[in-house]
């Protein structure tokens, strides 16, 4: 559904511009709803049209919240989530808070992942091609098997 990057540009009041190629997708799946909320693994934020983030939350809901790391998962994911609405010129408002989590300014990288958006900030984005493309294999941690099975 959702592939490619786009360099984009954040105006003074936060918003950003939503490609056109993927404005009709979102207004006819989500009727221009999405959800942004924070990555748990790197300095970029994750935004879902409402209908895929619904599902998320479902997973999200079927986490113990008695088990430590279920529960930070949790907090961290559903703590950060922000509505956000596209508007008729396809603008997206990206809260301060996102924001700043992201190190978002000026120029920032919009990547398609399927049934979801990656935001980062150009910098950032340049760096993690680099991190990704010289780095080894990472090792697996010990995760719970609900984690394990929690498809972000």
Request: hydrophobic share 35%; charged share 25%; net charge positive.
């Amino acid at each position: 559904m959702f592939r490619g990057a786009t360099m984009l540009s954040l105006d003074n009041k936060g918003r950003l511009v939503i490609p056109v190629r993927y404005r009709d997708i979102l207004k006819e799946k989500s009727q221009s709803r999405m959800i942004c909320t924070i990555d748990l693994h790197q300095t970029c934020l994750l935004l879902y049209p409402f209908l895929e983030w619904e599902s998320i939350e479902k997973k999200l809901s079927d986490l113990s919240s008695m088990n430590p790391l279920e529960r930070r998962v949790q907090r961290l994911l559903l703590g950060h989530a922000s509505e956000c609405e596209m508007d008729k010129s396809g603008r997206l408002l990206i809260s301060a808070t996102l924001r700043q989590h992201a190190q978002l300014s000026k120029e920032v990288m919009l990547i398609g992942q399927l049934n979801k958006f990656e935001i980062w900030s150009g910098p950032n984005w340049q760096q993690q091609i680099k991190d990704d493309i010289t780095s080894k294999q990472p090792v697996q941690e010990s995760l719970s098997e609900r984690l394990k099975g929690l498809s972000l």
